[in-house]
Structure formats: C-alpha cells, structure tokens
C-alpha cells in the first residue's frame, strides 16, 4: 500500500510517500532559493509523491527565522518557480507551506512586536509580550494567508499546507493557553482557521489544501485530543483535503 497511488483533492499522488516540510536553516537569501536549496531538493523529490517546502511566511511579521520563503513579496512566484519546476521533473508534487508565528515570531527576527489572539507571552521560543491582534488586523493577516496562497499556485505549486499546529498563530487561535478573546474568535476557536482556509480556496482554487494540526498540546489547560477533533471537523467543512496530526507543547522543558 505504500507505494499505491493516493488521491489528493484533484491531485493523484504517486505513491504515500511524503516529504515533510522543515525548515533548513540554509537556501534562501531575502526570501527566495538559492542554488543549494534548489539541490536539495532535487535529491528529495526523486522517490516521494510530495515534498513541502517550509515556512512561507506571508507578512514581514510572520517569520520564524530569516532563512525562509517570504511570500509578502510581490516577485516571490517568480524567485520561487524554480524550485516548484525543480520538485515537478522528479515526479513530486510540489506543495508549499504557508504560516505565520504569531507570538512564537521574535522580534530579534522581524524587527516587529509579535502578534497573538491575546496579549500572553508563550513559556517557550520568546518571552515577548505580544500585541493583541485587533479585528482589523485579523482581516488583514487573512487577506495575507489568501494573498500568499495565490503567489505560491503563480509560482507552479500544486498544494499548499497550512501550518495550524505547533504554536503558530492559526493554533494559537485554538489553543485556551494563547486566546482569551471575549469576541467571536474566542468563543469559536476554529473562527480564525475557517476564514484563513476559506481565504485560501477563493484565491487559489486549483491548489489542493493541506492543514497541520496538532492533536494536543500536551499541557494542563492547553487544546486537548476533543478540540483538535472539533477543529479537524471544521477545517474539513471549510475545504481542507488532509489533515497532517502531530503533537507538540507551547511550554518550555
């Protein structure tokens, strides 16, 4: 079975083999591959059904380290076509990942204070006090996650993953350790997610929809295996096609 083909939204996947999306610490100068990267990837692509690249960041705000795709860019499709062709003449699906740190972004990073659903600093990556997103602002991250999705189908990608796991911004809209909002999105923690997903599918409908949850956060008072099911139902009704599960904390050891 895993060497059979695996439909994915409109995709056919070659076989059940995927390539995770990790960020490298190497490749990327101001945001797009360099030839190193473009290598790496070669070699990856050759055997899997999908490789994912990591951690498209869409907003200046939104990186977790420097040495990433920045799909704030306007020319970003074309600095990243390259790569997407690269991942394609293997046989691969290319499939990029989009997210943003929220309040796991340092500052020493981005120039910029972090961002979160409340003003709660994490216990783990920074101690920074982040600032309270306001609805405004909300709406212009969306737009980013929509805007971003569109620059990766331009560049020649087939799927994107939305990283909503591991301490990002959308889980932090999930988690009752990072959002204590007493307005819509924090009576429904899944608010955020849906229109993010929503956002997505209306700016780039030929991209299959991949979203990275976790599956707790392995903390007292923290998102449990019951809100991720809760969430993972939502997200699907919203549009996404698979749903990656993995577990992490937001505290530090």
């Not at 951690?55 to 390259?82: D, N, Y």
């Not at 979203?211 to 008072?221: A, H, T, Y």
Request: charge should be neutral.
């Amino acid at each position: 079975m895993l060497f059979s083909p695996l439909p994915l939204g409109d995709l056919r996947l070659r076989n059940r083999i995927v390539l995770s999306a990790m960020t490298t610490g190497f490749g990327y100068e101001d945001g797009a591959p360099t030839p190193d990267l473009l290598d790496y990837f070669r070699a990856r692509a050759k055997h899997v059904a999908m490789a994912a690249v990591a951690f498209g960041a869409v907003s200046p705000e939104a990186r977790v380290e420097q040495r990433i795709p920045w799909m704030w860019r306007s020319s970003i499709a074309e600095a990243l076509s390259p790569l997407a062709r690269v991942i394609a003449a293997e046989g691969a699906v290319p499939c990029l990942q989009l997210g943003h740190g929220g309040r796991q972004a340092s500052s020493r990073v981005t120039n910029r204070q972090p961002v979160a659903p409340s003003p709660l600093k994490p216990e783990a990556h920074t101690s920074e006090i982040p600032h309270e997103l306001t609805q405004e602002e909300i709406q212009s991250v969306i737009v980013a996650f929509g805007t971003a999705a569109a620059r990766a189908e331009e560049a020649g990608f087939g799927a994107i993953e939305l990283h909503a796991g591991h301490g990002y911004l959308i889980q932090q809209f999930l988690s009752p350790l990072a959002n204590r909002r007493s307005d819509e999105y924090g009576r429904d923690r899944t608010l955020f997610g849906r229109q993010v997903i929503t956002a997505i599918r209306e700016t780039a409908p030929g991209l299959a929809l991949i979203v990275r949850i976790n599956g707790s956060d392995l903390v007292p008072e923290g998102m449990t295996i019951t809100d991720a099911l809760k969430g993972a139902s939502a997200f699907v009704a919203a549009g996404a096609e698979a749903l990656p599960v993995s577990y992490t904390h937001l505290r530090a050891h």
